[in-house]
């Protein structure tokens, strides 16, 4: 199975902040990777897909890219509204996998 | 809109089975992939299976196969789970979710949590 090796685990930043959010696969897996956001007792959201292409309907301050097997997810000029946990995804091959998830806390 | 309404969850006992229902909407059901994905309590994500459109193909996580089917009714507009010999890792909220394409899931419903009682 492919892992996704997400990274922090959590974070704590300002509004207005940029923050950076980071998945590894454990292999090649092109740019096969999806991120979603989960705020508490709601389903997951589906922000990106295509590592780089933003979900229809999702604010442009969310962006993602890619480098070899490393993934990031971007969230430029944080808002209290973007405090929640976000999962990366890969969508290359079965099974698909998930990060451990990333907890994003506003100070 | 599009809706999901996930339903059938409950406190089972280990060994047990169950039967977990999705509802679709607001869209052309029997033209997706559907997935069901788990999370137990306080941790990730874990996808569990999908399957085609039209039944064609079903595919598990490992940590199901055998125990779980995936099925569908497209003439009811309704996703299945069909769970037996429970375990208590088990234990999950369990959304169904819309496969957009290439395993991008784009709607979900609100989950169905299954519990355990001792």
């Known amino acids: 199975d492919i892992q996704m090796t997400q990274s922090p685990s959590s974070l704590s930043a300002s509004v207005g902040d940029r923050v950076t959010i980071t998945c590894r696969a454990s292999?090649?897996?092109?740019?096969?990777v999806n991120w979603y956001q989960q705020k508490p007792g709601k389903a997951p959201n589906l922000l990106i897909y295509?590592?780089?292409t933003l979900q229809s309907g999702v604010p442009s301050s969310f962006s993602g890219s890619a480098s070899g097997t490393d993934f990031t997810l971007t969230i430029s000029n944080l808002q209290p509204e973007d405090s929640a946990t976000y999962y990366c995804?890969?969508?290359?091959?079965?099974?698909?996998?998930f990060g451990q998830g990333t907890k994003v806390e506003i100070k | 809109q599009v809706q999901l309404v996930e339903s059938g969850g409950g406190v089972v006992q280990p060994g047990r089975s169950l039967r977990l229902s999705c509802t679709a909407s607001?869209?052309?059901?029997?033209?997706?992939?559907m997935h069901w994905v788990r999370q137990a309590p306080g941790k990730g994500l874990e996808w569990v299976a999908v399957i085609w459109h039209d039944e064609s193909e079903k595919y598990y996580a490992d940590s199901v196969r055998g125990r779980f089917t995936i099925s569908r009714d497209n003439s009811k507009n309704t996703l299945y789970l069909h769970m037996n010999s429970l375990r208590d890792e088990d234990t999950a909220i369990y959304y169904c979710a819309r496969d957009q394409g290439g395993a991008r899931m784009d709607y979900w419903g609100q989950g169905t949590l299954v519990t355990f009682s001792s």
């Open positions: 292999q090649s897996i092109r740019r096969s």
């Open positions: 607001g869209f052309t059901f029997s033209t997706y992939e």
């Open positions: 995804q890969q969508s290359y091959t079965r099974p698909w996998t």
């Open positions: 295509g590592a780089i």
